[in-house]
């Protein structure tokens, strides 16, 4: 990476730079109203071979097993957030989407491609078929804590989180019929099918496991639910892909499941995940920054190119991808406005760029430069303005806010009891009742009350109220039932 002079205690200086770099530039990020991933790339290329020079890197496998690597850990993240009740009535326009919108994009850009660039047909579709899908990493960073409309972030969230089939089948496929001679053509048909298809089935039968492996294995330390729930994310994907399905889709299922179980220790796990999945975040657009050389990227063909594309891609293609995957689908005008607007590019179309340089295709390293491009003008023009947009279009959200107190939860170890953690809303069945009058199970004690960011000491008469935060110690054995009795449904 670094030219073979740097000492492995340079090395680990380095890692420290980056990692203090690339988390202060997240602050940058809110108040310039500009996506975190566009800082931490331009860190990386700051720090590459024609910025300071620092570090030299222009290993493309290196960089595609780090930004697989860190998709892994996005995805199990960002499904662990996904509630069914958000994504059940979305699964039709997110699946078509990510299949049928895919495709049109695809096929739109790639003659764009062809028309403005000296590129063959297949190399053409080739580009285009990278820059097809929309992006996890970037959506998920782009949308939270962003007040978006419930229904569009699910879509939005739901169709990155799927469409990466779609897209490397595409890809891989222009890649072979580039390379190879006499392709089949029945194979790689069939292809997409079982990727989908193996991919929603293997992440179904994974999320169940890692589900009861959680609560059933009972481990000394609360700190190592977090890895071992993350292990089953890097198990999901590798065994998926070894039947070559998608491994990406099969973590995201996985995720899915986990997050809507009832799982031990889920505060801590749901903590680590968005922490790593942050370092993991910041790393892959480092990472991708340094493979980028800004003499390259910022030469006049590929401006020219990749605003042209970039524009075709933004105002042309992605809209209509949109429009014709939700025909007779429930979504206004100006839903399908926003969900043309918000189409955001990230790391799957840059990993995916590396693949035609791993293949050795002779215009690999002109079509990198030029997705590069296209994904940092969809995340400057695009991912800045996704909330100002939403607003114009009326599909705010109500505002999300963080809690601003903080309770450390104490392991409980083998006494089989934790404390959980639940926010009380309008549909929430006990707000407006006292703790006197509320049937909890016979092992459940409300610790704490946190309201208005002020500690409220619970007793007999105290009544819940809408937007409280509750933190309950009860019996693993009858978390179900407090839950049951806390839910609206």
Do not use: C
Request: charged share 15%.
């Amino acid at each position: 990476m670094s030219g073979g002079s740097l000492d492995i205690n340079s090395i680990i200086l380095l890692a420290a730079l980056l990692l203090i770099v690339g988390v202060t530039v997240t602050k940058f990020s809110s108040r310039l109203g500009m996506p975190s991933l566009v800082l931490f790339i331009l860190v990386g290329m700051l720090f590459g071979s024609d910025g300071l020079g620092i570090i030299y890197f222009d290993n493309a496998e290196q960089a595609q097993l780090v930004g697989i690597l860190a998709l892994v850990i996005i995805l199990f993240e960002g499904g662990t957030h996904t509630t069914w009740k958000t994504v059940r009535p979305i699964i039709k326009p997110a699946v078509s989407l990510a299949t049928i919108g895919v495709v049109i994009t695809s096929l739109v850009v790639g003659i764009a491609a062809k028309v403005i660039m000296d590129l063959s047909w297949l190399e053409a579709l080739l580009l285009g078929s990278i820059v097809g899908s929309t992006d996890a990493a970037a959506v998920f960073a782009s949308l939270k804590e962003r007040n978006i409309n419930t229904k569009m972030a699910a879509t939005l969230e739901a169709e990155s989180g799927s469409n990466d089939p779609m897209a490397m089948l595409l890809t891989i496929i222009f890649i072979e019929l580039i390379v190879i001679d006499q392709p089949n053509y029945w194979v790689l048909a069939g292809s997409f099918f079982w990727q989908m298809g193996a991919g929603v089935l293997m992440g179904l039968i994974f999320g169940k496991l890692a589900t009861a492996a959680i609560n059933r294995i009972n481990l000394d330390s609360s700190g190592l639910y977090p890895i071992f729930a993350l292990s089953f994310a890097l198990l999901t994907y590798s065994i998926t892909s070894l039947f070559q399905a998608s491994g990406l889709l099969a973590v995201y299922i996985a995720a899915i499941i986990v997050g809507n179980s009832e799982i031990t220790y889920r505060h801590s796990i749901f903590r680590f995940n968005e922490g790593f999945a942050w370092m993991a975040q910041i790393l892959m657009f480092i990472i991708l920054g340094l493979l980028a050389f800004p003499e390259e990227i910022l030469s006049i063909p590929v401006i020219v190119n990749g605003l042209v594309l970039s524009a075709i891609l933004i105002v042309a293609a992605r809209p209509l991808a949109v429009f014709l995957a939700t025909l007779g689908m429930k979504f206004s005008l100006k839903e399908k406005t926003f969900l043309s607007w918000a189409g955001l590019r990230g790391a799957v179309p840059i990993v995916l760029a590396t693949f035609p340089i791993v293949a050795g295709i002779d215009s690999g390293k002109m079509i990198f430069n030029v997705v590069f491009f296209i994904v940092l003008t969809s995340a400057l023009i695009q991912g800045a303005s996704i909330s100002k947009i939403a607003k114009l279009l009326g599909l705010s959200g109500p505002k999300k806010d963080a809690p601003h107190h903080s309770l450390e939860l104490v392991s409980i170890g083998k006494a089989n009891a934790e404390i959980i953690e639940f926010k009380t809303d309008d549909s929430t069945p006990i707000v407006g009742e006292t703790l006197n009058d509320i049937n909890f199970p016979k092992s459940a004690l409300i610790s704490a009350i946190v309201r208005d960011g002020q500690l409220v000491t619970p007793y007999g008469e105290t009544v819940i109220q809408e937007d409280d935060y509750l933190y309950i110690l009860v019996a693993r054995s009858q978390k179900r039932q407090l839950r049951q009795l806390l839910r609206a449904d």
